[in-house]
């Protein structure tokens, strides 16, 4: 039996992972589910799967989840110290899959136990790249590629040699916005934002696919997952998004991953690795698919691309302070304090802010620089979203 323990349970991905898991009950004994508002998804997560402890990362949740667990054996615990006490337990695969900066310090834990860490939090590895790879390295750890991008460009360097890699390309749908006139973008709402034209997914990530501030976090991670150059690495619109990536080398060749639109796709792969098992996922039809579209992804209409190239031009930890800049904004965002434009305004200005001074952005790349920078940046978010408001 294996060992698993699922950061982030009761989101899409935890939610797709535990149905992966959920259909061979006999390989997998369950570590830890981790959540955070909801309590009685967790719960009955938990007790469907017999887990050993139940982390809601909301302290002031944890009388109702220990509530809900009342008689059933199962532990419960609560808040940042619980988690990481969550990935310290001997686990043989670990999903992170916590939305944010938040999933940095568990990840970073599981890599100490030596653990193969399946990483769909993205910000992990834009806050910290080095400080993960570093990590995985020096305990024997593995980290395997969840996002559907970062899964196929990982799968299509399989058995390849990385001198030979020419260009990345990553898709993006285009979000809620892609065929809005950029004039009417000033008055896009939340709620507008939050309705992705592909994928069920959570609020924030939905409007952060409009904003393609996934797409610019996706760029970062690209350049930090597999140490590529950033004038290697693109970005176009792809509305089908049947192709996930695409690799190309130096002879001209192009290798597309292409599949449908379901993350059981990269969570199985992560799953199953080396290996490849028979996963519930639909079968393409190529006749019925018919075509496949691409268009320019505009830095003008989306200027956060703009900013991932800056960043990754500065390096240090301007990931960090981008990301945490960009959590804040997008938090203005959704309470509507700001304008959907505003969003990347607020992370630029950030940026610009926070590199004035020295000894941030290039501070070594440690876990208490990365949250003491993430706090700065957020500070200085508050600060320009309140010059806006006045």
């Known amino acids: 039996m294996r060992r698993i323990t699922i950061f982030g349970a009761t989101g899409s991905i935890g939610q797709n992972t535990l149905d992966l ?22 719960a009955r997560d938990a007790i469907a799967f017999n887990a050993e402890l139940a982390v809601t990362a909301d302290p002031a949740r944890l009388g109702d989840l220990q509530a809900a667990l009342d008689g059933t054996g199962i532990e419960a615990a609560a808040g940042p110290s619980a988690l990481i006490e969550a990935a310290s337990r001997p686990a043989d695969w670990i999903m992170s899959c916590i939305v944010g900066s938040a999933g940095l310090a568990p990840g970073l834990r599981a890599l ?49 040699d990385m ?45 952060d696919s409009a904003s393609m501030f996934n797409k610019a976090l996706e760029l970062i991670e690209t350049r930090e997952f597999f140490q590529i150059e950033p004038s290697k690495i693109e970005a176009v619109v792809h509305p089908e998004l049947m192709i996930h990536a695409l690799v190309g080398f130096k002879d001209g060749a192009l290798m597309a991953h292409v599949g449908p639109a379901d993350m059981r796709h990269a969570i199985g792969f992560a799953l199953h690795y080396p290996d490849r098992k028979s996963l519930p996922v639909e079968r393409l039809d190529l006749v019925k698919l018919g075509k496949l579209t691409f268009r320019p992804a505009d830095e003008t209409r989306w200027p956060a691309l703009r900013l991932a190239r800056e960043v990754m031009a500065t390096g240090g930890l301007a990931g960090a302070c981008f990301n945490a800049a960009k959590e804040r904004a997008l938090d203005g965002f959704i309470a509507k304090r700001i304008g959907f434009q505003q969003i990347a305004v607020v992370v630029e200005e950030v940026l610009s802010r926070v590199s004035a001074h020295p000894g941030h952005i290039d501070a070594a790349i440690t876990l208490d620089n990365v949250i003491d920078l993430d706090h700065l940046a957020r500070v200085r978010a508050d600060e320009i979203m309140n010059e806006l408001e006045g």
Request: contains cysteine; glycine residues 8%; negative net charge.
């Open 21 to 42: 898991i959920g259909r061979d009950p006999d390989a997998y004994q369950v570590v830890a589910l981790t959540g955070d508002q909801n309590i009685a998804q967790l």
């Open 112 to 160: 100490e136990q030596g653990t193969s860490l399946a990483l769909a939090n993205k910000e992990s590895m834009v806050c910290a790249g080095p400080l993960m790879l570093a990590t995985a390295k020096a305990h024997g750890a593995a980290i395997l590629p969840v996002d559907s991008e970062h899964s196929a460009v990982f799968q299509a360097l399989i058995g390849e």
């Open 163 to 207: 001198s030979a890699v020419e260009r990345v390309i990553i898709t993006a749908s285009g979000g809620a916005f892609r065929d809005w006139p950029i004039e009417d973008l000033a008055k896009a709402t939340p709620e507008q934002a939050a309705t992705h034209p592909n994928w069920a997914m959570g609020q924030r990530i939905t409007i």
